[in-house]
């Protein structure tokens, strides 16, 4: 049975059981509007004891540590560390009861893991770091083959409410032609409804991987998350994954010969 509050988010993919993974969503904190209730961002002006209270029961709710970044839509990769604050956009572990975090309010998270389950990883992945290397970056810190990988796509802005300017479409259409297919031109003239679930497929297939889940969730639409481009002044959910406590004796006897 899972711990969290039952609007919470669990990945629907065929991960090992001892990888667990959620989402937030805005209920269950203490945060005032425009931050309600359950901000877990420490940048966006809200009362940083509320913001501390709620990181705080994020922890108890899921028996482990998060890690946390300053996300700044970079194509860097770490180790998570919960002692440390590093400027990246995405974490990896091969620890128990640490949780790779990436906090989100329309960009994309990505949940990785290994079919083994002995290396997990999140991604924060806006277009900026879709089009920079972000999902190529976190597949390299993964160290497995691409057909070996797992990976869940989180809520987003969907490709409805998702308008971007000809400068992003070219981006990625200079990496990938078959990018060209997450773009429908926007009722406004010269402009585009981008797919960033779709983009993300492609930018995951190029790297060999070609078993992602989910890419169901739109932020702007769905009220149950917060999303920049709904009201700019908001907070920002999280997406995790760990390997469970109760996991170490189990990968312990499996590097055994």
Known sequence: MNRWPDDWITPDWPAPLHVRACVTTRNEGLSQPPFDSFNLGDHVGDDPAAVMANRQRLRNLLGCEPAWLS???????????????????ASWTDATGIACTVLTADCLPVLFCNRAGTRVAAAHAGWRGLASGMLESTV???????????????????PDAFEVGPEVREAFIE???????????????????????????????????????????CTFSDPRFYSYRRTARTGRFASLIWIDKSSGKLQASSCKP
């Open 71 to 89: 996300q700044v839509h970079s194509a860097t990769t770490v180790k998570a560390d919960p002692a440390l604050v590093p400027t990246a956009d």
């Open 140 to 158: 390299a810190a993964m160290q497995s083959p691409g057909e070996q990988l797992l990976v869940w796509l989180g809520p987003a802005i969907g």
């Open 175 to 217: 990496q990938h032609a078959v990018a060209a297919e997450a773009f429908r031109p926007s009722h406004n003239a010269g402009r585009y409804m981008a797919d960033l679930y779709h983009l993300a497929r492609i930018h995951l297939a190029a790297c060999g991987v070609t078993a992602v889940f989910g890419g169901e969730l």
